[in-house]
T-cell receptor, first 113, second 113 residues
Framework: EDQVTQSPEALRLQEGESSSLNCSYT??????LFWYRQDPGKGPEFLFT???AGEEKEKERLKATLTKKESFLHITAPKPEDSATYLC??????????????FGQGTILTVHP | EPEVTQTPSHQVTQMGQEVILRCVPI?????FYWYRQILGQKVEFLVS????????KSEIFDDQFSVERPDGSNFTLKIRSTKLEDSAMYFC???????????FGNGTRLTVT
């Protein structure tokens, strides 16, 4: 069964304190790994897609990396506005629909000023 | 930037009543989805829709659920006879062709009393 597991469940940082979020997956024949940001009461907002081990993507203070078993979302010098829940997701193996995603439970990031 | 829009933002209904949740996907997208998120739980797949038919559905998507694309812009989710356990945030999503990512709306919070 496809599984996506994120850690930690919650992370509190001081402004400027860099850290990483982890997403481990057991999806055979990975067809992509997505990172989303979700603010309270809102829908997931797309951040990155990673397709193969060794790939990296960057956007402002965020950098996503991918290995054969896990992905990391690195946050460099975070600001309070980076506070949100970060979700990772992967298309199901063997699913006919590429958009049938298995989501992790998310990491709730809080950045204090 | 184009976005997925959902209405209403909040729907309260009594158990056994029918509800219709509405979505306007991004205009040039080809694939459409409904996901739901029960409070405190993971985002979970309900159904995918392509070329005017359901391409895949989850175990959750039983005979009480149906989807429709009545015209060139709207995409709806109908729950025929709501149950208490249907209370959740329902997200509509759409994507373009190939391995493009899903773009989500901000959801409809459904409360069944």
């Amino acid at each position: 069964e496809d599984q996506v597991t994120q850690s930690p469940e919650a992370l509190r940082l001081q402004e400027g304190e860099s850290s990483s979020l982890n997403c481990s997956y057991t999806v055979s024949g990975l067809r992509g790994l997505f990172w989303y940001r979700q603010d309270p009461g809102k829908g997931p907002e797309f951040l990155f897609t990673l397709y193969s081990a060794g790939e990296e993507k960057e956007k402002e203070r965020l950098k996503a990396t991918l290995t054969k078993k896990e992905s990391f979302l690195h946050i460099t010098a975070p600001k309070p506005e980076d506070s949100a829940t970060y979700l990772c997701a992967a298309p199901n193996a063997g699913g006919t629909s590429y958009g049938k995603l298995t989501f992790g439970q998310g990491t709730i990031l809080t950045v204090h000023p | 930037e184009p976005e997925v829009t959902q209405t209403p933002s909040h729907q309260v209904t009594q158990m056994g009543q029918e509800v219709i949740l509405r979505c306007v996907p991004i205009s040039n997208h080809l694939y459409f989805y409904w996901y739901r998120q029960i409070l405190g739980q993971k985002v979970e797949f309900l159904v995918s829709f392509y070329n005017n038919e359901i391409s895949e559905k989850s175990e959750i998507f039983d005979d009480q659920f149906s989807v429709e694309r009545p015209d060139g812009s709207n995409f709806t989710l109908k729950i025929r006879s709501t149950k208490l356990e249907d209370s959740a945030m329902y997200f509509c999503a759409s994507r373009d062709r190939g391995h493009s990512p899903l773009h989500f709306g901000n959801g409809t919070r459904l409360t069944v009393t």
